[in-house]
């Protein structure tokens, strides 16, 4: 669709331009090197060839980012009607829940997390191979073939019992989450039968993050093997900040209303809390804020948890290698 792009926003530089200060900026806080920095909305939360991985030629795949380009587009021109409460219906409506579903899934933390999950598949997948002796040496056989090498029996027998044991750690790349891009449409589906409320903060500045939208449910309602149920769970509440003093918040709860809701200081600060422990590293914000750094940084990026399938196995560790290329 276009020329390569390697500086890739993982939130949209349209986005971030409702974060900025009078003088243009987006205030930038990194919770890995304790930093803080400000920059404009162009320059700022952007990694590199995050959404382009190469292909077996060697070539970069922009497909990821092209059609992020497309969903912002979509959404765009009809961010300050939603930013004053207009009731979005129809194709208005499809086009922001498209964007809010396109953002959650694009986001460092859910990719992260779909990468973990990736890499227990593969492991588990590994352990029922080496469960069969004869499967595992015919897996071998094939490898040699394919590497030019030759492993003996020994060596064979070794690999099998430590992948048994699960007693090692396989890393995973990050870019492996992006399979989750293909649920889109069907939370895209969701979200639009969800109700919108616009809520306003008056009296404290919102934050947003490199993983803006955020899911908050009623922990009763969370099990230890399936999870919480995410967006189906009848308790969860979306919110995504849409600009520093406004938020849309979609739950299968309540009613949805035309309009602005506002809501005290202490309601703004609990929601700051709650983007700065889903975040993986970034908060964003439109002015220099000391406090932002007390917002519980030691649950940043510890709040999205995958849910590891029970097999009766010792299950290895899954290191997700992440890109900490940002600006």
Known sequence: MSDHTEKQHIVPRFYLENFTDGNGMVWSYDFINNKVFARIPLKTARVKNFYSPVNDDGHRLDSRDDLNTIIEDYAAPLWNDLKIGKLMVGEDREKIALFVANQYLRSPTVVGAMAETVGQIHSQRYQMLAASPSDFNTAADRHDLETGTVSSSEQRERVRNIVLDGNYTTNVLQTEGHVVARSMDKITKILMMMKWVVLRSAHQHLITSDSPVVLVSDPKTHSQNSGDGRFLN??????????????????????????????????????????????????????????????????????????????????????????????
């Open 234 to 327: 009848k308790t969860v509440r979306v919110s995504l900040p849409l600009s520093a003093d406004r938020l849309i918040e979609m739950t299968w709860e309540g009613k949805e209303r035309e309009g602005v809701i506002d809501i005290t200081k202490q309601i703004a600060r609990q929601y700051n809390a709650i983007r700065a422990s889903h975040a993986e590293r970034f908060l964003y914000c439109n002015q220099e804020d000391a406090g932002i750094f007390k917002l519980e940084s030691k649950r940043v990026g510890k709040s999205f948890r995958t849910v590891k399938v029970p097999t009766g196995l010792q299950t290895p560790k899954i290191v997700v290698k992440r890109s900490f290329g940002y600006e």
